[in-house]
């Protein structure tokens, strides 16, 4: 029955096929970094946890290989558990691979926490209805847009304090 389990976990993160392959030293033998990401969230659902806390899974990784990842940290949630990744400076396609965004400005206050809605538009709509706050550009990701807007230097200039803001807003209630 644990093999079974082990089994499940394997296929979730798709390492079934190198389930014999031994770890070795990074980028010289063994799994690459991308397989070793994967590896460390089996290790984790081993624990069977409903809650799992990831720091930058994807540092590190070329595009193909973070998207790898990203799908585990996919088929992860819709095993039902809840998946916390910190992510600095995501791709597009990595930013919109979630469903809810926790923004905090220097300082740890929080400027954003709901749904990120199709496209990101949930996101982007709290924000341009801030007076000051530039529009996003057509084709801009939204991750480095928000991270833009949401500047210290931004915050100064359009004269916003966004966790203020934030705490006035229906999200925060």
Same mark, same amino acid.
């Given at each position: ?10 296929? $979730?993160? &798709? #390492?079934?096929? #190198?389930?014999? =392959? ?5 980028? =010289?033998?063994? #799994? ?7 590896? *460390? ?5 081993? =624990? %069977? ?6 720091? &930058?899974?994807? *540092? ?6 973070? =998207? ?8 992860? +949630? ?5 998946? +916390? ?8 396609? @990595?930013?919109? %691979?979630?469903? &809810?965004?926790? #923004? ?16 990101? %538009? ?7 209805? @801030?007076?000051? +706050? ?12 928000? $991270?833009? @807007? ?9 004269? +916003?304090?966004?966790?203020? @803001?934030?705490?006035?807003? %229906?999200?925060?209630?």
């Amino acid at each position: 029955m644990f093999q079974m389990f082990i089994d499940e976990v394997m296929d $979730l993160v &798709e #390492l079934t096929g #190198l389930k014999n =392959a031994m770890v070795g030293i990074a980028g =010289a033998t063994g #799994l690459s970094a991308e397989q070793r990401k994967r590896l *460390t969230i089996a290790v984790e659902l081993v =624990a %069977s946890p409903s809650i799992i806390f990831m720091d &930058e899974p994807t *540092t590190g990784l070329d595009a193909r290989a973070a =998207a790898i990842v990203m799908r585990t940290v996919r088929k992860t +949630v819709d095993t039902g558990r809840t998946v +916390v990744c910190t992510i600095h400076q995501p791709s597009i396609g @990595i930013f919109e %691979s979630f469903d &809810e965004l926790l #923004l905090m400005k220097r300082g740890g206050q929080i400027i954003y926490s709901g749904s990120l809605g199709p496209l990101s %538009s949930n996101m982007i709509k709290y924000f341009e209805a @801030i007076p000051g +706050v530039p529009r996003i550009k057509e084709g801009q990701n939204p991750a480095a847009w928000v $991270l833009d @807007i949401s500047s210290h230097i931004t915050e100064y200039v359009i004269g +916003v304090d966004y966790a203020e @803001i934030y705490r006035s807003s %229906s999200l925060y209630r």
